[in-house]
């Protein structure tokens, strides 16, 4: 594994890379992963793809130092500019998500598919609104109540257990918030994390008519036991870009970004463009 750094503004953009195919893959993990979380999938792909991935802002080795969000344009821009350290590549990208990340790689389909000819998503967000995350991130009111509940996390451990006892929460959901509340430091990450990311808003019906129109593949690939992330939303969305779109269902949690897992993930990204 290499790793270099671009920079976006007084940011210094962390990322890794493996291998010297012909093609580029784009890869970006999800929360409090970092771009190492790709590492495993070099054995299967670096013959065919240059894979580069990027840790996103308050992850890995990045140095996010701008008093605002990324802008999805802003990293777009950048990873323009990446292209041109791995000279002699294929034109077009592919990209791969797993869970936030799946919103990032949504939201650069939807800037620019011209680019993008093929897209795997694992078990992402981005598919269906938070209503937690769009309360924190997309209102005033509501990301100054987040700001609040980080030092005064209370009311929300109060809810939380309220709703895991009279069985309102599922007791994965619950298990998954408690972990990144129940500590000062993780709340201070998350606030931070969520509010860095906030800019990415992919629009569904839109990026889907993107993707039929410029024929990009697309292969969603979910844990039939997923709690966090279900796959039902993924249907929902491959019912409306068919035949570009197709979705895996595999005996599994959210957790999909395994080494056991790899010939699944590798066979999607080998998979003939439609």
Known sequence: MSSAYFSIGDSRIHYSFWGTGPSLLFCFHGYGESSASFAFLAAGLAREFTIVAIDLPFHGQTEWREARPLEPRELLSALDNLTARFPGLSAGWSLL?????????????????????????????????????????????????????????????????????????????????????????????????????????????AIAALIVRH??????????????IRWERGERFRRSCTPYCQLTLLSAGHQLLQPKFMEVIVNALYLPIV
């Open 97 to 205: 998500g797993y869970s936030m990340g799946g919103r990032i790689a949504l939201q650069l389909l939807e800037l620019a598919p011209e680019k993008i000819g093929r897209m795997v998503l694992l078990a992402p967000d981005g598919l269906r609104v938070n209503p937690w995350y769009w309360l924190g991130t997309q209102t005033s009111l509501g990301n100054r109540l987040f700001r609040w509940t980080v030092q005064h996390p209370g009311w929300l451990f109060f809810v939380l257990r309220s709703g895991n006892l009279l069985k309102l929460v599922n007791p994965s959901v619950f298990k998954f918030t408690s972990r990144y509340i129940g500590d000062e430091d993780a709340r201070q990450r998350l606030y931070a994390r969520w509010t860095a990311m906030s800019r990415f808003r992919p629009g569904l019906p």
């Open 215 to 228: 024929r990009v593949s697309v292969q969603l690939i979910y844990g039939s036991y997923d709690r966090i």
